[in-house]
């Protein structure tokens, strides 16, 4: 048979474009498939070939029984039997090791002619790649498809493995056999390097374009579709049957491995591509010189995306091959790693594989090291270099000072190459870590340093990825991350050179970038610097894990791709002997993003892992220092990961070890433990307590208030550090340095320990040196003061706070809610007088809820006359004055709101201000319709349940008929004054938890204005103390709905204790907003999992985006037991779904909705792999997108429900 690569190849005169044609004479083209339509595809030879007659199936059987069946392309007999003269430098370079091996039969695979798997396989040379070894190329993990072994596949330009660049026409046969050294050659006439002179090959010039993947026609279908099918592969083939199929998961393949690895358009110029990624996060890392434009439109001839889903389901199986470089499918693709590490082989025959797979290995070293001799380079060459160039290294590494090495390389600057002055950096950076007193400034002033970063500025494109890692690491040690050297060779390394830097160089640079001090820089940046990790994590040693780990951990990037890669490569080091400060970067960098990774931490079914090897072993845990202890109890708590022996023995080392700690070590380590909820050892963490008071002196501010918010959390309410803490703080030297989240924190353990006389003092000592109390010292103090018996202490925080507010319509609005408090506490007479004081104060200080209250107040404490002078002073209802534009920093404390600043509160408070001037008095419907019209019209976002939610809201409550409604997230009162209007009519109430207390306050005004007040109770403060105080409250077993719409991954935290203080009644309903964008996979596993029935998402649209979420709720069944520890990968799920909303709060480019879509899609198949994807009623999968309450109705039917409770 004449086969295509016996022609000759782009070696020779022939063009590669022609080569397609040369598939179709080979019997890949549509002829063939035509010659045999209607039979079936022998692929193999019958294992009873040749003598056939054996066979019992006969005509009938499956497998060719001639050479003339055999569809798959063939050797001659000669070629296949080894025959001297058919074993020619032709078939040697361009047939041997081309085509799958049709032999059923048991044989030796090592003495066949043919290919049996992708370690054994070549594409043929026609193909037009080059004799230089891939850099990417995946030779150790066998069992990964082909498109996940290199990123770019077939088309690849570089050799793959060892056999590709040996027999290679340009390679074959070029150099001398080193076996014969010993005087016999093992590989005999397979051998491909020559054992005679006149054997020997001269090598021609190596036309090839290694700077970009093959031509799209230089590989041709019919023989991808042979080249991707294996022998060990055609049962799923053959089951499949399509000739068509082949076509499309082919190209489905290849398409999703080349998009994974491709590059923005205009890569250079920095421009972001406008196409949608496959993957959502991890960006590409290659650079311009990969892809030209023209080359890139290739790929984008998509097949028909339902086509391919279509055909993929048709294939049995399919899915666990992986049809992405990155994953499964064409949803949202994630890495997949390997899993585990190799079992151990026991058995004669897995010895001898092991035996012949070194001996490949050692063959292919042998390969790499000729080639690196005779100056093969992989892609980029550095240009030869001069012998002086070559002493200069030597001489600027000899140098002993840092004056001396910039004096040498002035002398000899016109000798001085790239690399040179690339190591003249080195140097100065080794300077100052031997301790040289070398500072930026110094440098700066300079001149030797201003020329040497100029040249090198000049040269960067000369040097190779070590030296431009070198560069940015010596860049960073000496502190100059402000050159603009630092992030123009941080830019050149990530977008030129990642492909080719070897592991210690990209550890080298993960660390140095964590010094670039702008967020959105610096993460690109590692996106791409996460690529040759996702890729080749598995090759690096253990230095390079540990230091990217923690590279990645310190600049806050959060690509799960790229975790999960290093775990996966971790835990093939579990065996070795790994250093406390491995240990600590490792917990420390995976937790502090969020990644809680319990396969790496903990042990699995087979093997050990962190905690068992190391954490849980004293003698082991006596080589940690301080930091490394506390860091590492501060990452589990971080993740809420619990390994009670583990956490046992820290603690007891760090009791050895307290004599050594500085504060910081103290409060990291009360902190871990109160918020795992762990006692630790008896009499351990009370110990280490009386330890710190011994140093108290020594804390600033910060870890003070997080001490004191420990020893709170862990009921050590007598511990004298509470005092001291407390003391202080309050001094007028410290107290200045108390941050909002400190005071907070003091705030919280003064009211937890039951101490209101030292929050008073606190709060005194914050006033009297002009401290900023802040949204959340406000917050606890607040919450403090209304779950208190003391109302005067309420009445001076409100009072507090409407004074420091910069609008006065503001500080009417705070006034209205302290009158509205006390008003609840049964003190008409007080709140009354709290409003004729409002009247009397200058500026003017009034609203129309003012009016309202004056007006209900006046009639309940028989003051109607004075009601009607106050109503008639102040403009009764008229809303006049608030009808003018509101402005931002409307108060102080808008400055510590997150990512929002000074405008923080501007649009809620726009919000009540849009209420009162468009919507009548008493009319909660109106009101409603009025926060609404306010969002539309200005196209302004507001998170509220409004459309297609409010429905679900108003009739799940309607349904249930609950006695007490409680909801976690008021915002600006939306959702409660929903629940408040349906539940009134058969005497139903409503506490509404919000953290936030300026919201709390329009809240309390909303509702007054609505006449909802006697309906809802309004409650500041942290759900996890607010939710106790429902049961002081309102009694055990009350709550009979639970709607909640705060922070989703607090869903079912909040949930869970709420059931262990038995708040729920049997019959209580829950519902949870946001549940899919961005999601709350947690929340989602408590109720499918847990003591509830019927899970059900009502999938509705976002209001104003038009995107779909998610509204989940669940019946109680409190006979059924508590939810068992979520999978894994639920985990991974969650933290997907922090990294998603982090991302769209922080991010300077906030997702797409395409962003959205996938990662949506990739949240519901991932519920579905851990088994708890709920029922899924409303908008998804439907073509009516609105909820309708006969949809909400049909699910308390189903989930047979009373919906007419006694």
Not at 592 to 609: A, I, M, P
Not at 946 to 969: D, F, M, N, Y
Request: glycine share 6%; with cysteine; charged share 25%.
């Amino acid at each position: 048979m004449h086969m295509p690569w016996a022609v000759p190849s782009l070696y020779g005169v022939e063009d590669t474009v022609a080569s397609g044609e040369r598939w179709h004479n080979a019997g890949y083209g549509p002829g063939h498939a035509a010659k045999n339509r209607g039979l079936p595809q022998k692929q193999r030879f019958c294992a009873t070939y040749p003598n056939v007659s054996r066979c019992r199936h006969g005509a009938h059987c499956a497998f060719a029984h001639s050479r003339q069946e055999v569809t798959a392309p063939l050797l001659s007999p000669e070629e296949e039997a080894a025959v001297p003269e058919a074993l020619t430098v032709e078939f040697f370079t361009e047939k041997f090791k081309t085509m799958w091996c049709p032999i059923g039969a048991q044989h030796d695979w090592q003495a066949c002619m043919y290919a049996h798997t992708y370690q054994d396989v070549r594409r043929p040379p026609a193909l037009g790649y080059g004799h230089q070894l891939c850099p990417y190329w995946n030779k150790k993990e066998t069992s990964l498809a082909y498109a996940q072994r290199c990123p770019l596949g077939p088309r690849c330009p570089f050799a793959h493995g060892a056999k590709e660049q040996l027999y290679h026409p340009n390679y074959f046969r070029t150099l001398v056999c080193r076996d014969l050294q010993r005087r016999r050659c093992p590989r005999a006439h397979l051998c491909a390097f020559f054992h005679r002179q006149t054997d020997c090959r001269k090598i021609k010039h190596d036309p090839v374009n290694y700077s970009r993947p093959l031509s799209e026609k230089a590989v041709p279908t019919e023989w991808l579709l042979h080249f991707l099918n294996p022998p060990k592969f055609q049962e799923v083939w053959i089951t499949a049957s399509c000739s068509n199929l082949h076509m499309h998961l082919s190209h489905t393949m290849l398409k999703s491995a080349y998009a994974s690895f491709s590059v923005a358009r205009n890569g250079r110029n920095g421009e972001v591509a406008t196409e949608p990624r496959q993957r959502v996060g991890l960006r590409s890392a290659t650079s311009s010189q990969w892809y030209s434009a023209e080359e890139l439109s290739c790929f984008d001839d998509a097949v028909e995306v339902a086509s391919v889903a279509s055909a993929a389901d048709s294939v049995a199986g399919l899915s666990a091959s992986g049809l992405s470089f990155y994953g499964k499918g064409p949803q949202l693709s994630r890495f997949s790693p390997p899993e585990g590490r190799p079992k151990r082989r026991d058995d004669r025959n897995d010895r001898e594989r092991e035996l012949r797979e070194v001996r490949e290995r050692e063959a292919e070293d042998l390969a790499e090291q000729m080639s690196s001799g005779r100056n093969v380079f992989v892609m980029p060459k550095r240009p030869p270099r001069s012998n002086e160039c070559y002493a200069l290294d030597k001489d600027l590494a000899a140098a002993s000072t840092p004056n001396q090495a910039l004096d040498i390389a002035m002398q000899q600057a016109q000798v001085m190459d790239a690399p040179n002055w690339a190591n003249l950096l080195y140097a100065l950076a080794h300077c100052k870590k031997k301790g040289g007193g070398l500072n930026i400034a110094s440098l700066r002033a300079d001149p030797r340093w201003v020329r040497s970063c100029k040249e090198l500025q000049s040269s960067l494109d000369h040097l190779t990825a070590r030296d431009s890692a070198n560069v940015i690491w010596s860049l960073a040690t000496l502190d100059a991350k402000q050159e603009p050297l630092f992030l123009e060779a941080a830019s050149s390394l990530c977008n030129n050179k990642l492909a080719v830097c070897d592991p210690v160089s990209i550890s080298k640079a993960a660390w140095a970038l964590t010094s670039v001090p702008n967020r959105d820089r610096r993460l690109d940046l590692y996106s791409k610097l996460a690529v040759p990790v996702v890729l080749r994590a598995d090759s690096f040693p253990l230095g390079s894990l540990t230091m990217i780990s923690y590279s990645f951990g310190k600049a806050d990037f959060r690509e799960g791709d790229a975790y999960e890669a290093l775990s996966s490569a971790l835990t093939g080091h579990m065996n070795d002997e790994l250093r406390p400060i491995d240990v600590c970067n490792v917990i420390w960098s995976f937790c502090t993003v969020g990644f809680r990774d319990d396969e790496l931490f903990s042990k699995t079914l087979k093997d050990y892992r962190i905690c068992e090897m190391y954490l849980t072993k004293p003698e082991v845990l006596k080589e940690f220092n301080p930091q490394d202890l506390t860091n590492t109890t501060w990452g589990f708590c971080k993740v809420g990961f619990i390994h009670k022996a583990a956490m046992d023995t820290l603690a007891r080392e760090c009791y050895n070890q307290r004599q050594k700690f500085d504060p910081i070590h103290f409060s990291n380590l009360l902190y871990s433990f109160a918020t795992l909820r762990l006692p630790g050892p008896p009499g351990i963490l009370s110990s280490i307590a009386e330890s710190a008071a011994e140093h108290v002196h020594r804390f600033d501010a910060g870890n003070l208030a997080i001490a004191s918010w420990a020893l709170a959390m862990l009921g050590m309410k007598e511990q004298h550090l509470l005092d001291l803490a407390i003391d202080r703080v309050c001094l007028p030297q410290v107290c200045p340095n108390l941050g909002s989240r400190a005071l907070s924190m003091m705030a919280l353990a003064c009211f937890r320990t039951g101490r209101p006389h030292r929050l008073d003092e606190l709060l005194n000592a914050t006033r009297l040196v002009g401290l900023g109390i802040g949204a959340s010292g406000y917050s606890a103090a607040v919450m403090a003061a209304e779950q208190g018996d003391e109302a005067e202490r309420e009445i001076r925080i409100l009072e507090v706070m409407a004074e420091e507010s910069a609008d006065c319509r503001m500080q009417a609005a705070v006034a209205n809610s302290l009158a509205i408090r006390l008003w609840k506490r049964g003190m008409t007479q007080q709140a009354f007088g709290v409003l004729r004081a409002l009247k009397e104060c200058r500026p003017r200080r009034w609203s129309v809820v003012s009016s309202l209250l004056v007006a209900r107040l006046g009639a309940e404490c028989g003051a109607l006359q004075e009601a009607s002078e106050i109503l008639d002073s102040t403009g009764g209802f008229d809303s006049q004055e608030w009808e003018a534009p509101v402005v931002s920093g409307i108060h102080p404390m808008a400055a510590t709101r997150q990512n929002e600043g000074s405008h923080a509160y501007t649009r809620e408070f726009m919000t009540l201000h849009a209420v009162l001037c468009g919507a009548p008095p008493g009319d909660p419907d109106a009101c409603m319709a009025a926060i609404e019209r306010f969002a539309e019209s200005r196209s302004l976002w507001l998170k509220i349940t409004a459309w297609e939610k409010g429905t679900v809201v108003q009739e799940v409550a309607r349904l249930t008929k609950p006695r007490l409604s409680v909801e976690i997230g008021a915002y600006v009162g939306y959702s409660a004054m929903n629940v408040a209007r349906t539940v009134r009519h058969h005497g139903g109430k409503v506490a509404s938890l919000e953290v936030d207390p300026l919201h709390v306050t329009l809240v309390r005004n909303m509702l007054e204005y609505a006449g909802l007040s006697e309906v809802v109770d309004v409650w500041t403060g942290y759900s996890f103390d607010s939710i106790p105080h429902l049961l002081k409250k309102y009694g055990p077993r009350s709550v009979d709905l639970v709607f909640m719409d705060q922070k989703g991954t607090r869903f079912h935290s909040d949930l869970a204790l709420m059931e262990e203080l038995n708040l729920l009644s049997d019959r209580a309903v829950i519902l949870a907003d946001n549940v899919l964008k961005p999601g709350a996979p947690l929340y989602i596993w408590h109720l499918a999992k847990g003591s509830y029935h019927h899970c059900t998402a009502i999938s509705v649209r976002e209001f104003l985006l038009q995107s779909e979420d998610w509204m989940v709720m669940a019946f109680r069944d409190a006979s059924k037991a508590a939810a068992a520890t979520p999978p894994p990968q639920l985990h991974r799920l969650a933290f997907e779904s922090d990294n998603f909303r982090k991302k769209s709060m922080f991010d300077g480019v906030a997702p797409s909705k395409q962003d959205w879509w996938k990662f949506s899609q990739g949240f519901v198949n991932g519920l579905e792999q851990c088994g708890c994807k709920p029922a899924i009623v409303g908008l998804h999968g439907r073509d009516n997108p609105k909820i309708t309450p006969e949809d909400v109705a049909r699910i308390f039917r189903n989930a047979g429900v009373d919906t007419n409770p006694s």
